[in-house]
C-alpha cells in the first residue's frame, strides 16, 4: 500500500505542477492586467504571484533519471569534445565510459563507483567532469531496482562486490578507483579479495570520499538512525512492494521517494530557505541564480529505489554489526581480511563539516590494513566541507581533486 499511495500523490502532484506552470506563464506575461498600473510602469502583482507558483510547479515536477550531459570540459582554456560509451550493460547496473578526444592513449584510468543509496550516479556529475581532464572516466551507473525484471533476480551487498570486480576486469591492470560514500565498504572488500588472490586487475590505489567504513566513530544521525531500530523494524516499515506499471512489478525495494524524504528531513529548514530564496531571485528577474536552484533540485530529487536485499543487508552489516572493522565481513561465504591489502594504496577523504558520514570513519580504513605499509597511506580532512562538498563544487574541484591526481600520480 505504501508504493501505490506514493504513486496516488504523484499523480496528483503532477498535474498540480502542470496547472501551476501553466499560471505561471499567464502570470508573467507583460500585457497582464494585474502587471499594469498606467504610464508610470509595472506594479508587479502578476510577477510576484507567477513566482510563487513556478517554485510550487518545480517542486511538485516529477523527476526521472537525469542524462549526464557531458559535452565537453575546458582542458587550458579551451574546450574539449567528451565521449560517452556504456561499454558493460548488466541487469542491475552499466559501466559507463568518458574520455576526452585529445585524451593520450596511455592516460590513467579511473574507475568512479558511484552510491546506490537513492540516488542516480548523474549525482557525480562535477565529480566526473573534474577527474574528465587527466583520466580516462568509468563509472558505475546502477539501475533503478523498480525497473529491473523479476526474472534477473536479487542484488546484494555480495553481487555488488562481483560486480566492482567485474567491471575492474573489463578495465584491465593498472587502474585506479574512487570510492564516494556508501560504496566505500564493498570496494574496500571488493580490493581486499582482489589483494588476496593476487588479482591482476586489483587496483593500483583506492580513493574513498566521505565512507561510512566504521560508523562507531563520530555517529550522525543517518548512524543513530539505524541504530536506534532492529533490522526486522525496517523489513516492515520501508519495505514495498514496486507496482504492477513498472518493469520490476513485484520487486521488494526500498523505495527512493523514502530515502528522499529522509534526508530532506535532515536539513528541511536549509532546503525552504532554497526555494524561498529561489522565489526571491525569480521576483527580481535574477535567473541565472534562479536556475542554478532548479538545477541542483533537478539532480537532488531524482532518485532511484534500491533491492530489498541489499538495503537490508546494508543497515544489518554496515550499520548495526559493524561487519567490516570488526573483522566479520564476509562474501560468498568467507570472511574478508583486510589485512590482505598489501598492494593498493589507500587515500581517506573526509569533510569537516559531513553530517552523513562523521570524521573518523573512512579515516578508519588506514588503521584497518596493518598489511599495508605506511606509506602507501594518505588522510585528507577537508576544511569546511559538507558531505556533498567532498565530491562537488568549487572546494572539490579546486582543493580536493587536485589532492586526489597527487596521490594517483605518485602511486599508479
Not at 502570470?27 to 502583482?45: E, F, I, K
Not at 502578476?46 to 565537453?72: C, N, Q, R
Not at 533503478?144 to 555488488?160: C, I, N, Q, R, S
Request: charged residues 20%; proline residues 6%.
Amino acid at each position: 500500500m505504501l508504493y501505490h499511495a506514493y504513486e496516488l500523490q504523484r499523480s496528483w502532484l503532477n498535474s498540480a505542477s502542470a496547472w501551476a506552470s501553466i499560471g505561471a506563464e499567464m502570470l508573467s506575461n507583460p500585457s497582464n492586467p494585474m502587471n499594469y498600473v498606467g504610464p508610470m510602469g509595472y506594479m508587479g502583482l502578476g510577477s510576484t504571484a507567477a513566482s510563487a507558483l513556478e517554485v510550487f510547479a518545480h517542486a511538485a515536477a516529477p523527476y526521472g533519471k537525469p542524462a549526464w550531459g557531458i559535452e565537453a570540459v575546458e582542458v587550458d582554456g579551451k574546450a574539449d569534445p567528451v565521449i560517452e560509451a556504456t561499454v558493460i550493460n548488466r541487469p542491475f547496473g552499466d559501466l559507463k565510459e568518458f574520455y576526452r578526444e585529445s585524451l593520450p592513449e596511455d592516460a590513467p584510468r579511473l574507475l568512479v563507483v558511484a552510491p546506490m543509496s537513492g540516488h542516480f550516479a548523474t549525482l557525480l556529475r562535477g565529480t566526473v567532469e573534474r577527474m574528465l581532464q587527466n583520466y580516462r572516466v568509468f563509472v558505475t551507473d546502477w539501475a533503478d531496482a523498480k525497473t529491473v525484471p523479476l526474472h534477473e533476480g536479487e542484488f546484494d551487498l555480495d553481487d555488488y562486490i562481483d560486480y566492482v570486480i567485474g567491471f575492474l576486469e573489463h578495465i584491465g591492470e593498472g587502474a585506479n578507483v574512487m570510492a564516494v560514500c556508501q560504496p566505500s565498504v564493498p570496494v574496500f572488500a571488493a580490493t581486499a579479495i582482489m589483494n588476496r588472490d593476487k588479482h591482476p586487475c586489483a587496483p593500483k590505489t583506492l580513493t574513498m570520499m566521505g565512507g561510512p567504513i566504521d560508523t562507531r566513530c563520530s555517529p550522525t544521525t543517518v548512524n543513530d538512525l539505524a541504530m536506534d531500530r532492529p533490522i526486522e523494524w525496517f523489513r516492515h516499515n520501508v519495505i514495498a512492494t514496486v507496482p504492477m506499471q513498472y518493469r520490476g512489478a513485484g520487486r521488494r525495494v526500498y523505495p527512493g521517494f523514502m530515502q528522499l524524504a529522509g534526508f530532506m528531513s535532515m536539513n528541511l529548514g536549509n532546503h525552504l530557505m532554497s526555494h524561498y530564496e529561489m522565489f526571491k531571485h525569480l521576483t527580481a528577474g535574477d535567473e541565472e541564480s534562479a536556475q542554478a536552484t532548479k538545477d541542483f533540485y533537478d539532480e537532488y530529487r531524482s532518485v532511484a529505489d534500491m533491492t530489498a536485499e541489499f538495503y537490508l543487508q546494508t543497515v544489518e552489516v554496515v550499520f548495526q554489526d559493524h561487519a567490516l572493522p570488526n573483522g566479520t565481513f564476509a562474501h560468498r561465504g568467507k570472511r574478508v581480511d583486510l589485512g590482505d591489502i598489501a598492494d593498493t594504496a589507500i587515500l581517506a577523504i573526509e569533510g569537516e563539516r559531513d553530517d552523513i558520514s562523521g570524521l573518523g570513519q573512512t579515516r578508519a580504513a588506514l588503521e584497518l590494513t596493518p598489511g599495508l605499509d605506511v606509506s602507501k597511506k594518505r588522510y585528507f580532512m577537508a576544511e569546511g566541507a559538507g558531505h556533498y562538498g567532498i565530491f562537488n563544487g568549487s572546494r572539490w574541484r579546486t582543493k580536493i581533486a587536485p589532492v586526489v591526481e597527487e596521490f594517483i600520480a605518485a602511486h599508479g
